[in-house]
């Protein structure tokens, strides 16, 4: 239902043809499927409507009645409520909107973002990844929050990895590792071609230093469905 209101929300085109419609932009359907589906008592009706009102969709614009929802949704275990919640509390992690020092709250943000990444949030894992390597300078934190976001989906973990895989001095704790960049690598890939894949045997393909590589055919796919 809310995946429907989404698609209704910002309509559907063909890819091959710009001009086909594939899902008229409907906001007012938008707008009573996540009603109803707050009614129905789903909590990430309850962060959809938030962000409505962020971006001032259907309703008036008003930051105030957008929290009061995210907080809803969170409250109710939306781990993506928790994850806008947790993310707008860390400044660290908005340094394109320094207004937010003023009212920002690091602890409590991390605390959101650790009950996101609680429930496999692999936006959390990367938010946390990047506090720990910029902020906290705890490479073996980081690490193990970049690569649990790889399982979780996370394709901006995943292209994190690879980089700090083949440089001196990064996440890598044995040094310089282009084999499992590479790897890391493959499933950057995958997940940008799906968002939707994860991966919870990841460890038997990709397994974090000092565990050593298991044999790999150096095919894609293998290396993928292993770690389905």
Request: net charge neutral; proline share 6%; hydrophobic share 40%.
């Amino acid at each position: 239902m809310n995946n429907l209101a989404t698609l209704y929300q910002t309509g559907v085109w063909g890819l091959k043809d710009s001009n086909k419609v594939l899902v008229p932009r409907n906001p007012e359907a938008a707008m009573a499927l996540t009603e109803n589906a707050m009614r129905m008592g789903v909590p990430l009706a309850y962060a959809v409507m938030g962000n409505y009102y962020a971006d001032g969709f259907i309703v008036k614009k008003d930051p105030t009645a957008a929290w009061a929802f995210w907080q809803k949704a969170a409250d109710m275990g939306s781990s993506y409520a928790q994850f806008t919640i947790g993310r707008s509390l860390n400044a660290a992690l908005e340094k394109d909107e320094p207004e937010r020092e003023r009212w920002s709250n690091e602890v409590i943000g991390l605390k959101m973002l650790e009950c996101a990444f609680a429930q496999g949030n692999g936006d959390a894992a990367e938010a946390l990844g990047i506090e720990y390597d910029v902020i906290q300078k705890d490479k073996s934190r980081a690490l193990h929050y970049f690569h649990e976001g790889v399982k979780f989906g996370s394709a901006g973990s995943a292209d994190y990895l690879p980089g700090e895989f083949q440089k001196v001095g990064g996440l890598a704790p044995s040094g310089v590792d282009n084999s499992r960049a590479d790897r890391y690598r493959v499933f950057k890939k995958a997940l940008e071609h799906n968002p939707d894949l994860r991966f919870p045997n990841l460890d038997n393909v990709l397994p974090l230093p000092p565990t050593k590589l298991p044999q790999w055919s150096g095919k894609s796919e293998d290396l993928i469905n292993a770690a389905k």
